[in-house]
């Protein structure tokens, strides 16, 4: 898998894109100036991200580290394998389906929702960009001239009228937004 990339913004100027840490280290030093307001983003998913840019540029970066945390001593028992318990609503034919499988329910719901994954990868990885593409969108161009129009474009697969649209956009919001669509376009024709 890539590495998780993000990217920031002071109002609707980039200060920084790459990895976590490099990202939060430009945000800490534009909150330093007065830069206001910052926003971080997950390229991945358009998600902003909350980062807590109080105290020094090593306490900011010592948050987001996660081998501060002691390693977890191996206990008794069955190892953690990551397994979340939650509740699954089916009728009564599916229970007695899956029952029948082998390896009971869990291990046969496993194996169908990895199938499930694998036929449908481009599918989901398309909706995964198009939704991250419009969170974004909203996020840093709402407020701004034409964009609903731009939106309509988006949705309609206009991509070229999305350019001329946003073309009048802050030149950051504009590219980094319209890299967002690129990678829609791209996928959509996977």
């Known amino acids: 898998m890539d590495e998780e990339t993000f990217i920031a913004f002071a109002g609707h100027q980039r200060l920084a894109a790459g990895p976590l840490q490099e990202v939060a280290l430009a945000a800490?030093?534009?909150h330093d100036r007065g830069l206001e307001?910052?926003?971080?983003?997950?390229?991945?998913t358009g998600r902003t991200v909350e980062l807590d840019l109080r105290g020094s540029a090593a306490d900011v970066t010592a948050r987001l580290s996660k081998d501060g945390d002691p390693p977890a001593k191996p206990g008794r028992g069955r190892?953690?394998?990551g397994v979340t318990a939650r509740e699954v609503t089916l009728l009564p034919r599916h229970w007695d389906w899956l029952s029948a499988q082998p390896g009971g329910a869990s291990a046969a719901l496993r194996r169908l929702v990895e199938q499930a994954r694998r036929d449908n990868a481009g599918a989901d990885d398309a909706r995964?960009?198009?939704?991250?593409?419009h969170r974004a969108m909203t996020t840093l161009a709402g407020d701004l001239p034409g964009y609903e129009e731009a939106t309509r474009a988006f949705y309609a697969k206009a991509?070229?009228?999305?350019?001329?649209?946003?073309a009048a956009w802050p030149k950051d919001v504009g590219d980094y937004l319209r890299g967002l669509v690129r990678r829609v376009e791209q996928r959509q024709a996977v």
């Open 28 to 30: 800490k030093a534009a």
């Open 37 to 44: 307001p910052i926003m971080v983003f997950d390229d991945a």
């Open 159 to 166: 991509y070229g009228r999305f350019a001329d649209l946003t």
């Open 128 to 133: 995964q960009a198009l939704e991250a593409a």
């Open 79 to 81: 190892p953690k394998l």
